[in-house]
Structure formats: structure tokens, C-alpha cells
């Protein structure tokens, strides 16, 4: 991603011998081409849908076209608007929580000498990234329950005296979906962070312990500008994809009682385009995701490419 | 790293620091297991016994007796065949798929390659959406067949980079003499690059057998009248949401939302499914380690 075009070092000639030598190449390139106009591109068509009274009966090209009716009729929408709000704020809490917790996991981890700490430590974190979203909120919904783990112990503690019901109140909602993703992905996101540290040329730290500087100094000065190019990097891809932080962990999750809270873009998509069959309005709804997410990536680029030389393309 | 030999004491806040990494990573450790391990109780428990609450890290009243209910309901053994398949066959062909890909757009010498690697990065960031790729598998007769599982999302433009990446460390040296001696693409990719590039091929095997395995989504939007399609993660889903109460989604209701499902049995289910993936990622650490960070940092 960091370069899609790579700079030709040789010059290729274009010659019939080298054409010959490289059908293999072209021919393959051929198929791949053609799946994926199919599967990728073809579907762009669709789009045309959100600015349609879309007909399955009528198909693409006999619908009727509606201008930006199923647009406004979004934004009128009160429920909409939410849907977009929820989806921005737990986009925005997932990312930066889960980026907080994988760095500090792996500087954290990255303190333990001795190996037959660590790498248990490591493998036990890889763990919940393999387990399914169903798994995982069947395991929160265990754990959060008024009898569960959670309540038992802040009870213990003396910090609650009456069992909450999580899922019932829509304030701990959005930090329930940001819990869930720290704890499925913290160790598997450290695994970066974790290498970029490793990278860092030790006699750094040598030089620093020579100066007097203790265990945070030195994370201080230097591993955190160590890894600052990784962060940067990742948090460029994912500001991306912010919109797209919410689907399956908010549709397990959530219930009626939170629907306020929960619902995100997808799952509005989801409701009105196909338990609905409003093709359109489903349409209209992704393409406006879609369309904020590819400016969100080149806004974020262009402050990257301001600041710093990271910078995804 | 390691700094010992240049300290002459450790300063206090050193001392105070290194509590907190411990306090952090018993932390860390006991809130990633604990979940899991208390599930693995729970399935091993009475089921009228667990109602009262209280079990922890080891089952209270043993019984076997929810995995034989499990074990003797047909959907699970759809589901599981159905899952199984799916991920041997999408496994096989997707990293095929994706490696030849990948050989391709990293040959330095292909007159394509820049135009063929931003034809699939684009599709990273701009897709149709769910409603026109809906409509695209209903006309491509797709919905309702076991195929859906595997022929739409056979290439990927993330696994294509992270093995191109990898490839491109490759030297040309090596294509250049195999060729020198006569071998054509074909041969260069499976005799030279493929075994070299066996981490990568592992990781990325991984990455798609486990997103296979965990899928319900698909099942659920594709296949949901096909009940000889459903997957693994999809029952489970069912079994689990009869107790989540999603009023929000009209998909419960359908799927008779009223039967509840002892708790015990749920936990079975959930450790059924997950057991095998649990069993086999910790030998195939060292492949998704190093091949995310090949191709991770330098993405």
C-alpha cells in the first residue's frame, strides 16, 4: 500500500519476445482481471440503486430515477442521523482504545526479560483474535450478566451493592462494544508494535542507562519515537475505516432496550435493504459510508503527508 | 537490550515500575482467560446445578451429559460438516488464488504489474455495499448454494499484498537463472518462489481458515432458508440469541427466539466450536508472528 506504483529499475522492453515469454503472466493477470470486475467492480454499478426507486422486477436500467429523494429521505430521518452518530463515536472509542491498549500491552510486555514469561504471556494474548464474534459476545453476555462475573466482583469490591444490568442501560453501551474489541484484539494488534519495538537499535537504551535514565525515560524518549512511524502508519489505515468499526459486535450485542445506542450504519443498511427490501434506501445509506470513508483515508493522508513522511500513498 | 551490566542499583522508580508490569500483565492474563476457562466449566456443569450460580474455573457438579445433548442434534452436525468443508475448500483455493496473484504483480519485469496491483488495492477501499452485492450473488445464482461460501471472497487484495511483499524480498537472481536455464512463470512460481515462500503461505492460510470458520454472516444472509447449508457459528448464533433478547432484529423471531437453552448447553456448544482453532493456533504462532510482520510493517 505504502507504494502501488514501484519505480521500474529496468527499462522493459516492450518486444514481441518479451510479450511471448511473459502470456503467462498476461494470461493470469487476464482471469484475475475479469474476477475481479465481477466481484469488485461490478457491484459499483450498483450504486446507481441509492438514486433510483429500484425494482428487482424492473431491474438496473428500467427503474425509475429519483434524483437524491432517497438521500433526503435519509437525512430527514431521525434514526438516521443517530445511526451516524453511533457509528462515528464507537468508530472513534474502538480506535482509540484499541490502539492505547496494543501499545501499551507490547511496551508492557516488552519489559519482561525472561522468556518463559513472555512468550506464554504472548500466545495466551493471541487467543481471543481466533474466537468468533459469537463466541465472544456469548462470552461478555455470561460475563456482564446481573449474576456474572462482573457484578460478583465489583460487589465483592463494595463498589456496587446492587447487580447492574448492563445491556438494559444504553450509557455503558458503547464502552461494552469498545471493551469487547480491546479484549479480542489487543494482543493480536501488539504483534506490529511488538516488532517495531524489537526493531529499535538497543545501543539506545545502553547509551540512556549510561545517562542515569530509568525503565520510564527510556520508554519515554525512546521507544515511544520508535514506534511513532507504525503508530502513524496504522492509524492512517484504520481512520479509514472508521465507519466500518461497527457491525457484527453491535448486532450481537445490542437489544431493544439500547437500539438508541447500537445501532450503527451497517445494520440500518441491513434492516431497510434486505429484511425491508428497500434496495434503495439501503444503497443511499452505503454509499454515503462509503463515500465518507474514502474522504476520511485522504484527509487523514494529506495530514499525515503534512507532518510527517508517512503517508499511505 | 539488556541492561544489567552498565546499572550499579535500580532506582526507585524502576522498583515501582516493575510492580505495575506485573500487577498489568497478571491483569492482562486473568481477564483473557478467565472468560474462556469459566465457559469451559460451565460446559462440564450440571445443567440444573449451574442455574444456582457460583461456578468459577471448575465445574461444581461434573456431567457429560451436555456435550451428549449436543452431540445428538443434527443441525451442529450439518453446521460442522458444512463448516469443515468450507474452510478445507476456501483454504485451498483462496491461498492458490492469491499466491499466483501475488507472483504476478511482483515479477519486476511484467510490463502489467503497477496497473494489475492497483486494480486490487483499489478494491480495498471502495466496494458496492452489501445490498449490491447481495443482488449480484442472487443473480449470479449463488444465494442458496454451498458455492457462496468460497468463489466470491477467493481474492483478497489485503492476503495478495502481504505475500507480495514477502515476494518482492525474494532476489531476481534466482528467476533469472531458472530462466537462463529454460524455465517458464509457471515453473519459476511453483519450483522457486512457492517453497521459499512457505511462512507466508502459512499465515495466510490461517488468516483464511480462520475468518472461514468463524463466518455466520454469510450463512445468515445467503443461505438462510438452505438449512443444509448452515454453518457452525450460525447455530450457535441462534442457540445464543435466544437468550440475548435482540428485538432489534427481526432474525430472532424467526429462528423461535422462545426456547430458551440452558446455559451449560450454550457452553458446550460455544466450546465445540472453538476447540479446534484453540488447539491449532498456538503451533502456527510462529507463521502469523513473522508473516504479519513481513508484510504488516512494510504494508
Known amino acids: 500500500m505504502a507504494r502501488v506504483k514501484t519505480e521500474n529499475n529496468k527499462k522493459v522492453q516492450i518486444t514481441w519476445k518479451e510479450m511471448k515469454k511473459q502470456s503467462f503472466l498476461m494470461i493470469i493477470s487476464f482471469f484475475m482481471v475479469v474476477y475481479g470486475i465481477i466481484f469488485y467492480y461490478w457491484p459499483l454499478t450498483g450504486w446507481l440503486m441509492a438514486f433510483q426507486n429500484y425494482k428487482p422486477k424492473k431491474g438496473l436500467l428500467g427503474s425509475k430515477f429519483v434524483g437524491l429523494d432517497k438521500f433526503k429521505f435519509l437525512f430527514e430521518d431521525a434514526v438516521f442521523i443517530k445511526v451516524i452518530r453511533n457509528t462515528f463515536a464507537m468508530g472513534v472509542i474502538n480506535l482509540v482504545t484499541t490502539t492505547i491498549m496494543a501499545v501499551l500491552f507490547a511496551i508492557i510486555l516488552n519489559e519482561v526479560r525472561r522468556a518463559w514469561i513472555k512468550k506464554p504471556i504472548q500466545t495466551i494474548s493471541y487467543l481471543p483474535h481466533f474466537l468468533s464474534w459469537i463466541v465472544v459476545t456469548g462470552i461478555l453476555h455470561v460475563s456482564l450478566s446481573p449474576t456474572g462475573i462482573v457484578n460478583d466482583v465489583l460487589m465483592r469490591m463494595g463498589v456496587i451493592k446492587q447487580a447492574i444490568n448492563f445491556f438494559a442501560h444504553p450509557k455503558y453501551f458503547w464502552w461494552i462494544v469498545a471493551f469487547a474489541n480491546c479484549w479480542k484484539e489487543t494482543g493480536f494488534n501488539a504483534i506490529i508494535y511488538f516488532a517495531a519495538i524489537t526493531g529499535i537499535d538497543p545501543s539506545l537504551y545502553e547509551a540512556a542507562s549510561i545517562d542515569g535514565a530509568d525503565r520510564l525515560q527510556k520508554i519515554r524518549y525512546i521507544t515511544l519515537p520508535g514506534i511513532k512511524p507504525t503508530f502513524l502508519i496504522l492509524l492512517l489505515i484504520n481512520v479509514g475505516n472508521v465507519l466500518n468499526a461497527g457491525f457484527e459486535v453491535q448486532y450481537l450485542l445490542g437489544n431493544g432496550l439500547v437500539q438508541s445506542v447500537s445501532q450503527t450504519i451497517d445494520i440500518y443498511v441491513l434492516k431497510w435493504g434486505i429484511s425491508q427490501n428497500d434496495y434503495s434506501l439501503g444503497t443511499a445509506a452505503g454509499l454515503f459510508k462509503s463515500a465518507v470513508s474514502i474522504l476520511l483515508i485522504f484527509i487523514a493522508n494529506a495530514i499525515a503527508k503534512r507532518y510527517s513522511e508517512e503517508r499511505l500513498f | 537490550m539488556d541492561t544489567k551490566e552498565y546499572k550499579v542499583s535500580k532506582p526507585i522508580s524502576d522498583k515501582i515500575f516493575g510492580i505495575f508490569v506485573v500487577v498489568f500483565l497478571a491483569l ?272
Request: net charge positive; hydrophobic share 50%; with cysteine.
Open chain 2, 28 to 299: 492482562f492474563v486473568a481477564i483473557t482467560l478467565y472468560p474462556v476457562i469459566n465457559t469451559v466449566a460451565l460446559s462440564f456443569n450440571d445443567g440444573i446445578d449451574a442455574v444456582r450460580g457460583g461456578i468459577y474455573l471448575w465445574p461444581r457438579k461434573f456431567s457429560m451429559k451436555n456435550y451428549r445433548t449436543v452431540f445428538a442434534m443434527q443441525n451442529i452436525w450439518t453446521g460442522a460438516k458444512v463448516t469443515v468443508g468450507r474452510t478445507v475448500l476456501a483454504t485451498l483455493t483462496s491461498l492458490f488464488a492469491n499466491a499466483l496473484l501475488a507472483f504476478v504483480v511482483s515479477r519486476k519485469r511484467f510490463l502489467f504489474k503497477s496497473q494489475l496491483s492497483l486494480f486490487w488495492v483499489i478494491t480495498m477501499y471502495v466496494n458496492g455495499g452489501m445490498i449490491p452485492v447481495f443482488l449480484l450473488y442472487k443473480n449470479l445464482g449463488l444465494t442458496g448454494t454451498f458455492h457462496v461460501y468460497w468463489v466470491p471472497g477467493m481474492i483478497s487484495a489485503f492476503n495478495m499484498l502481504v505475500m507480495r511483499t514477502y515476494m518482492e524480498g525474494i532476489p531476481e537472481s534466482l528467476e533469472e537463472s531458472a530462466q537462463l536455464d529454460g524455465a517458464g512463470y509457471f515453473t519459476i512460481f511453483k519450483d522457486i518462489i512457492s517453497p521459499l515462500c512457505k511462512p507466508v503461505y502459512a499465515t495466510v492460510a490461517l488468516f483464511i481458515a480462520v475468518w472461514q470458520w468463524n463466518s455466520w454472516f454469510d450463512a445468515m444472509l445467503y443461505n438462510r432458508m438452505k438449512t443444509e447449508y448452515t454453518t457452525l457459528q450460525y447455530e450457535l448464533m441462534k442457540l445464543l440469541s435466544s437468550v440475548m433478547q435482540q428485538s432489534g432484529s427481526a432474525e430472532n423471531a424467526k429462528n423461535g427466539a422462545a426456547t430458551i437453552t440452558p446455559i451449560t448447553i450454550r457452553a458446550a456448544v460455544t466450546v465445540a466450536t472453538m476447540l479446534p482453532i484453540v488447539c491449532l493456533y498456538p503451533f502456527l504462532q510462529r507463521y502469523f508472528v513473522t508473516g504479519l510482520t513481513i508484510g504488516g510493517v512494510k504494508e
